[in-house]
């Protein structure tokens, strides 16, 4: 390409303020940014003329619009060419860009930008969702869970709280916690006139920079008439009628209705309304991907990583330290193995993880009668895993999920009694459980704390029975006294007064976890105190507690949360051992 020719007028020379100030809106590229306030008579230098020959004159642009635009970018490229090819062209090349005076519009255009990334989040195209009550009795702290949306709050929702704060329930206590966050929030704004309720009370102002939305109150009376067939008085009618006015006052915003309540949802859509249901609280949507703790190697797992592999043996037990591609799959404490034909199993456990290596230990073998914990041994391979996990002293906190029949309760309290009372590792065994009924409840139950848990132990009695059978040559006067040393080494506790215990030093079982929720889990977890280890036992196909799924279960919670701890594991028990009748029963019922 011919060279330009070099300019016949040299340019004028801008101040000190003025070229400050035009370097101000573009500060990436100002010669995009003044190319459009050039002036047409005459131009000063060749390069301007390369970029505006190809397109005529066009309406002034903001320096957004000209950065992305597609012609100026080639334009550019060739008019930079030039200037380094001779003196000439060299020497007025800053000219171009910098010859005019800066005009206003790309100053407004960098105040756009600017007032464009200081716009709160909560404003503009965010959605606006109105809460249904049992929303804010079910989480306290769902006020900060939607992110940069905004939340409306109808006045027939605060009437439904004010009901039900009085109790000692858990319901009773989210209700006065929403209350405190709310009197907090409205004690965060200047005054408290209508005008600064409707412009919406920053969620953020009480220290949850989570939540970028704002909440609005109902401060006015909405008169949105509803289908016939729906009783006016009713909370929850009041409700949908909100949501409908909002919907027809914003059209241009998406307004949603988050509730609890199944038959609410329903109503909602049959209205037209959007409905969804709080998720926050599920830790998983689908129970498929719950973390089962055990992972098979692949079939070539010796030749991939067979070349950089180092083993060592210390104690009576192999180590192997890998590196390879499997290494970024694994987690602390995950149980692997590799059972192939014709070459012996691997079973083994991840005990560390390095960068880009991993150390496995192999495990104890406890299907033998040898290794035999209180005389019960493992009958398959997920049960040989934990009891590895359970008789393993640096392990503090175990997960067991399974059907029915799997030996969740028996390896347990094997466990138990054989660290308890052979090996004096703790000094007791602490049971406990939800008291939550299959089918109706028959009232109240007489007697102690220990008595009134007696009908829901009953797995307990019937594992008892089945660990003090297998001493058969000590007669029946010796298996009585070992059921006597046994029930003084276990206590029963209910879950209603954990709070504020400390449990040093024993070895808690908490049975039926499936039925706790994520507090009440949390609450059992943290009475933990030196020298303790908590296992918690449960069948997530079970749940009868109301309002818990298999995603919002505490016992999802905790597997989710403790995977890759250092100090915890978990197994989910696959193969049912009961009997063939109970096997089964589970698979076609």
């Known amino acids: 390409m011919p060279l330009p020719k070099p300019p016949t007028k040299r340019a004028s020379r801008l101040d000190a303020s003025e070229y400050a100030t035009s370097l101000v809106p573009s500060k990436k590229k100002p010669v995009l940014a003044a ?22 004159a066009r309406p002034q642009r903001s320096a957004k619009v000209l950065r992305t635009a597609e012609p100026a970018a080639p334009a550019v490229i060739e008019a930079r060419a030039p200037k380094v090819e001779t003196p000439a062209a060299r020497a007025p090349a800053p000219a171009p860009a910098l010859a005019p005076a800066p005009s206003p519009a790309p100053a407004s255009a960098a105040k756009a930008r600017a007032s464009k990334a200081t716009k709160p989040k909560g404003t503009g195209s965010s959605k606006l969702f109105v809460l249904d009550t049992n929303v804010l009795m079910h989480d306290p702290m769902c006020l900060f869970r939607f992110e940069e949306h905004d939340i409306y709050l109808p006045m ?7 009901g039900h704060k009085k109790g000692m329930t858990e319901v009773a206590r989210n209700v006065r916690q929403v209350s405190r966050d709310l009197d907090a929030l409205a004690a965060s704004l200047k005054s408290s006139t209508l005008e600064e309720m409707a412009k919406g009370l920053p969620l953020d102002q009480t220290g949850h920079r989570e939540a970028g939305g704002k909440l609005f ?100 037990i192999t180590f192997y330290r890998i590196s390879g591609p499997l290494v970024p799959s694994l987690l602390v404490n995950e149980l692997v193995y590799l059972e192939a034909p014709g070459t012996a199993p691997l079973y083994a456990k991840v005990t560390e993880i390095t960068g880009k290596s991993a150390v496995l230990r192999t495990l104890k073998d406890y299907g033998h009668q ?48 054989s660290q308890v009372l052979d090996e004096r590792r703790y000094s007791e065994i602490i049971v406990t459980r939800v008291t939550v009924p299959v089918g109706e409840d028959i009232g109240f139950l007489p007697g102690t704390e220990e008595e009134k848990m007696g009908p829901w132990m009953g797995a307990l009695d019937d594992n008892l029975e089945v660990l003090a059978r297998g001493d058969s040559s000590a007669g029946e006067w010796g298996r009585a006294a070992t059921n006597d040393l046994v029930r003084s080494k276990i206590k029963i506790k209910s879950l209603n007064f954990m709070r504020g215990r400390t449990f040093l030093n024993k070895f808690v079982i908490i049975d039926e976890a499936q039925n706790l929720t994520p507090k009440q889990m949390k609450t059992l977890i943290t009475r933990a105190g030196p020298g303790t280890k908590i296992v918690c036992l449960g069948n997530l196909a079970q749940i009868d507690t109301p309002y818990l799924t298999e995603g919002s279960s505490g016992l999802t919670y905790a597997v989710d949360r403790f995977k890759g701890w250092a100090h915890s594991g978990h197994v989910t028990l696959a193969r049912g051992e009961r009997s063939r009748l109970a096997d089964f029963a589970s698979e076609v019922l």
């Open 35 to 56: 190319l459009p306030e050039a002036p047409a008579p005459t131009p000063p230098a060749p390069v301007l003329s390369v970029v505006a020959a190809p397109a005529p």
């Open 156 to 162: 027939i929702t605060l009437e439904e709280l004010d």
């Open 217 to 316: 109150f109902q401060t006015q009376l909405i008169d949105a008439p509803l289908p016939q067939g729906l009783p006016q008085g009713k909370a929850d009618n009041q409700i949908l009628g909100v949501v409908q006015a909002l919907k027809a006052q914003q059209p241009e915003r998406e307004v949603v209705l988050v509730s609890k309540d199944i038959n609410m949802r329903i109503k909602a859509r049959a209205l037209g309304l959007p409905a969804e249901d709080y998720r926050n609280d599920k830790t998983l949507e689908d129970s498929d991907l719950l973390y089962t703790g055990v992972q098979a190697l692949p079939a070539d797992f010796w030749e991939r990583h067979g070349k950089t592999m180092e083993s060592w043996q210390q104690g009576g």
């Open 370 to 417: 040898k290794n035999a914990v209180w005389g019960i041994t493992a009958r398959n391979r997920e049960q040989n895993f934990a009891l590895n996990l359970l008789m393993d002293p640096d392990v503090d906190f175990v997960t067991l999920t399974g059907t029915a029949g799997t030996g969740k309760t028996l390896m347990t309290l094997a466990a138990g009694l």
